[in-house]
T-cell receptor, first 110, second 112 residues
């Protein structure tokens, strides 16, 4: 079993829809990251959080440490949000390296 | 520069060739990470540097993989005698301490 599991693997939405991507992890962590990866490989960090909730524009990330679960929400989705969204955790035992989920491929149709 | 840069962006190698991949981290970033991303998968950790010291190389898949960061800034990942299973995107990330990691664009390696 992977230490970081994401669902769904693939997601197609219509423009304007509310989107939720889920992440569960099985290790003790010091931080959780949500990352965005566009075709061509570039990865952009969206959020780093260790508790509670963070919001940036139309993106919201929440984490429940007790349940070892995090969600990434996108409100009023737009075709430019189409990308792969990756959940990654920094385990409490690591030097700082991240353990990644396999990613959720989001496609937002106009 | 403004961000993490990597070169080359694309590399095609014949099986058995040696390759060297370069990473220029953000100036002043102490921590540098190398990750390997196979097609359709999430990245996987290869190795970690704090300044010039390689503190963790537990993710390197074989002794054909070698990384260095001699002056604590630029890092090179070398793969000797490349195999087809080495084909992947190699990502470099840097951070100041244990904070947010900033990723480079990656080097896509194809071994024929």
């Amino acid at each position: 079993k992977n230490e970081v599991e994401q669902s769904p693997q693939n997601l197609t939405a219509q423009e304007g829809e509310f989107i939720t991507i889920n992440c569960s992890y099985s290790v003790g962590i010091s931080a959780l990251h949500w990352l965005q990866q566009h075709p061509g490989g570039g990865i952009v960090s969206l959020f780093m959080l260790s508790s509670g909730k963070k919001k940036h524009g139309r993106l919201i990330a929440t984490i429940n440490i007790q349940e070892k679960h995090s969600s990434l929400h996108i409100t009023a989705s737009h075709p430019r949000d189409s990308a792969v969204y990756i959940c990654a955790v920094r385990s409490g035992r690591s030097q700082g390296n991240l353990i990644f989920g396999k990613g959720t491929k989001l496609s937002v149709k106009p | 520069g403004a961000g993490v840069s990597q070169s080359p962006r694309y590399k095609v190698a014949k099986r058995g060739q040696d390759v060297a991949l370069r990473c220029d981290p953000i100036s002043g970033h102490v921590s540098l990470f190398w990750y390997q991303q196979a097609l359709g998968q999430g990245p996987e950790f290869l190795t970690y540097f704090q300044n010039e010291a390689q503190l963790d190389k537990s993710g390197l898949p074989s002794d054909r993989f070698f990384a260095e960061r001699p002056e604590g800034s630029v890092s090179t990942l070398k793969i000797q005698r490349t195999q087809q299973e080495d084909s992947a995107v190699y990502l470099c990330a840097s951070s100041f301490g244990r904070g947010e990691q900033f990723f480079g664009p990656g080097t896509r390696l194809t071994v024929l």
